[in-house]
């Protein structure tokens, strides 16, 4: 009886399909894509209008979820290489945005999604301005000596900034260190940009 229906190549061919069907069925699974989220991934900062800065980016990070085959989702590497960014090309002028963003991955993987997929954006406008100059001594020369003069070479420096940092920018600072000195002697003096209250005041380049 077996052997008849071995011999029929109706029967062969239907026993084929549902072996090729359990076969296809079981490794499925393993070729499926698989999703992994990366937590903490930088907004990045883009090209803006010079005479413009951004002040924040709320939230800063990201979580994006990415798929592809699982070795490469998986890997030590991949994190790396995963990225989130924002269009600010079409901004000029300071304010308040709200921007989409978008998940940048390798080419084998993919974005499933990015969250949250929205962030806040401060424009601030860059300014100019010159604020005086203040060199600070610490230390005490030799035993026996005593510091007689010390001078700056500027009276007064540049800085830049978003305008309402510069406006709270009184003066620029630098410390001279004097502990052990003996004589006459050049020096350069780092120069901090700080407010009424001596504090130093961010985002100001000198």
């Known amino acids: 009886m077996m052997d008849r229906l071995l011999e029929n190549n109706t029967i062969l061919k239907i026993l084929s399909v549902i072996v090729a069907i359990f076969i296809w069925a079981q490794a499925r699974p393993q070729t499926q894509p698989t999703t992994r989220p990366i937590y903490n991934v930088a907004v990045q900062v883009p090209s803006l209008d010079p005479h413009l800065v951004v002040m924040s980016i709320s939230p800063a990070t990201v979580q ?10 998986y890997s030590s590497a991949i994190s790396s290489e995963v990225g989130a960014s924002i269009n600010l090309s079409n901004i000029h002028n300071p304010g308040t945005y709200s921007r989409h963003v978008s998940g940048t991955v390798p080419s084998q993987v993919g974005v499933v999604s990015v969250a949250p997929n929205v962030v806040t954006v401060v424009v601030a406008k860059i300014g100019e301005r010159k604020v005086p100059v203040s060199i600070h001594t610490v230390g ?7 510091l007689s003069s010390y001078t700056s070479s500027v009276t007064k420096a540049s800085i830049s900034g978003p305008v309402g940092a510069l406006n709270k920018v009184q003066q620029v600072v630098g410390t001279l260190n004097i502990k052990g000195r003996s004589s006459s002697f050049s020096a350069l003096v780092v120069l901090h940009p700080v407010d009424a209250a001596g504090q130093v005041v961010p985002k100001v380049q000198v």
Do not use: H, L, N
Request: no cysteine.
């Open 64 to 73: 994006i979820r990415i798929k592809g085959p699982k070795s490469t989702v």
């Open 140 to 146: 005490q020369p030799v035993a026996g000596d005593e």
